[in-house]
């Protein structure tokens, strides 16, 4: 079939093309994605996958007692930005609103009667995204539910997670400027991240949060990745933490929820489905571990862990978890309790 010369050639030739191959796919992919921090940002922040929408009537996504509103963030060491956000009214008071334009928004934020909910949305998503959830969080909260830079229609476009955690403490200080309310923080999935980073920078300046919920969280960005099926295959290479995983510290979006949980001085609450295909639940536990052991829970609160069963609610329906409700009020029970305690 193949003759000494030419099958010399075949064998040359076949080494030939699994070397480059091989160069391609374990050198010079990951060299690329090392000094990409386009292609990084991108993987962490995909705001590419929200559709550009008019964010002013929440009629159109099926919520009413909303208010659209834009405020704007200096930022003395990088680009000013304006941040879009809705106003989501307790329940309570949404019927008074119906019809009625001139409705004072502003006199419901100096409303003590209305504890405060700031939303942190996950990375994937806008403040339209979770409007079953803020139908049942409305039952207990009044609402504000912020696109982060770069996201929905707020203005930016330098996505850090510095960036992205100073401007949400400047909207924390914004709404406790404007209401004597307790003020509670609640994330999903990157949220989880950027509330936990804020909730520790606020406490530098003794700003305590009043409880936080963590809906899905995880330890860090980089142990996410980990779990990923190319990051996996990758990991055979030696160099894979030097040139997939360490670029996403170097690059500020690794939000390290693992360390700073143990600075959040209130009591934290921590939902997660175990069929969550985006975040595998043993990264909350491991989550939940860190803060038991690392956290004084006379002094910073108790730590609350619900994990799920099955159900296919996975890593976007926590909402339809039926305990919800009931969870969500004995932990602001618990968090009031702890407020009182510590005053
Ligand atoms: C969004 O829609 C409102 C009317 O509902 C309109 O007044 C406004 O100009 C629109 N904004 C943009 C950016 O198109
Ligand atoms: C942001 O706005 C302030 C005025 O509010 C201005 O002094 C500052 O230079 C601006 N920062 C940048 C980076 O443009
Ligand atoms: C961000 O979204 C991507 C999907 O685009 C997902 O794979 C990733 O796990 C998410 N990361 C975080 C930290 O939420
Ligand atoms: C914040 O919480 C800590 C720990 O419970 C407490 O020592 C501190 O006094 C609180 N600060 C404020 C302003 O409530
Ligand atoms: C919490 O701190 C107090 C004193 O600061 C101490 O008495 C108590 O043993 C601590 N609890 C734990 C579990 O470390």
């Known amino acids: 079939m193949c003759s000494g010369k030419c099958c010399i050639f075949c064998t040359v030739y076949t080494a030939v093309l699994v070397f480059l191959v091989g160069l391609l796919l374990f050198v010079i992919v990951p060299v690329i994605f090392m000094f990409s921090v386009g292609i990084q940002k991108s993987l962490v922040f995909p705001t590419y996958i929200i559709e550009p929408k008019n964010y002013s009537n929440s009629e159109d996504y099926g919520i009413t007692g909303v208010r659209?509103?834009?405020i704007d963030v200096p930022n003395a060491n990088t680009e000013n930005v304006t941040l879009g956000l809705w106003q989501i009214l307790p329940k309570e008071i949404v019927s008074d609103i119906i019809k009625n334009d001139e409705y004072n928004f502003d006199g419901v934020l100096s409303n003590e009667k209305y504890k405060i909910l700031l939303y942190l949305h996950g990375n994937g998503s806008d403040r339209t995204k979770s409007i079953e959830l803020y139908e049942i969080l409305r039952e207990f909260f009044h609402i504000f539910a912020v696109d982060y830079r770069g996201y929905g229609d707020s203005t930016g476009s330098d996505l850090t997670e510095t960036n992205m955690v100073n401007d949400m403490k400047y909207i924390f200080k914004w709404i406790q400027e404007r209401s004597k309310?307790?003020?509670?923080?609640?994330?999903?999935?990157?949220?989880?991240?950027?509330?936990?980073?804020?909730?520790?920078?606020?406490?530098?300046?003794?700003?305590?949060?009043?409880?936080?919920?963590?809906?899905?969280?995880?330890?860090?960005?980089?142990?996410?990745?980990?779990?990923?099926?190319?990051?996996?295959?990758?990991?055979?290479?030696?160099?894979?933490?030097?040139?997939?995983?360490n670029p996403i510290k170097t690059n500020d979006m690794n939000f390290d929820?693992?360390?700073?949980?143990?600075?959040i001085d209130c009591p934290i609450m921590i939902l997660h489905a175990e069929d969550d295909?985006?975040?595998?639940?043993?990264?909350?536990?491991?989550?939940?571990?860190?803060?038991?052991?690392?956290?004084?829970?006379?002094?910073?609160?108790?730590?609350?862990?619900?994990?799920?069963?099955?159900?296919?609610?996975?890593?976007?329906?926590?909402?339809?978890?039926?305990?919800?409700?009931?969870?969500?009020?004995s932990f602001i029970d618990q968090?009031?309790?702890f407020s009182k305690k510590n005053l």
Not at 257 to 263: F, L
Not at 279 to 297: D, H, V
């Open 68 to 70: 659209n509103m834009y």
């Open 181 to 245: 309310s307790k003020i509670f923080v609640w994330g999903h999935s990157l949220g989880t991240g950027i509330a936990t980073h804020l909730i520790a920078e606020l406490k530098k300046e003794h700003i305590n949060s009043t409880g936080l919920v963590l809906e899905a969280p995880f330890t860090s960005v980089i142990d996410v990745m980990r779990t990923h099926p190319v990051v996996k295959f990758y990991s055979v290479l030696p160099w894979t933490e030097a040139t997939i995983l």
């Open 335 to 337: 968090c009031l309790d």
């Open 277 to 329: 295909e985006i975040i595998p639940y043993n990264i909350a536990t491991e989550l939940y571990y860190t803060a038991i052991n690392n956290r004084n829970s006379t002094y910073q609160g108790d730590v609350t862990f619900h994990l799920y069963p099955p159900k296919g609610n996975g890593h976007m329906l926590l909402y339809l978890e039926p305990d919800l409700s009931k969870q969500v009020r």
């Open 257 to 263: 929820s693992k360390s700073y949980i143990t600075d």
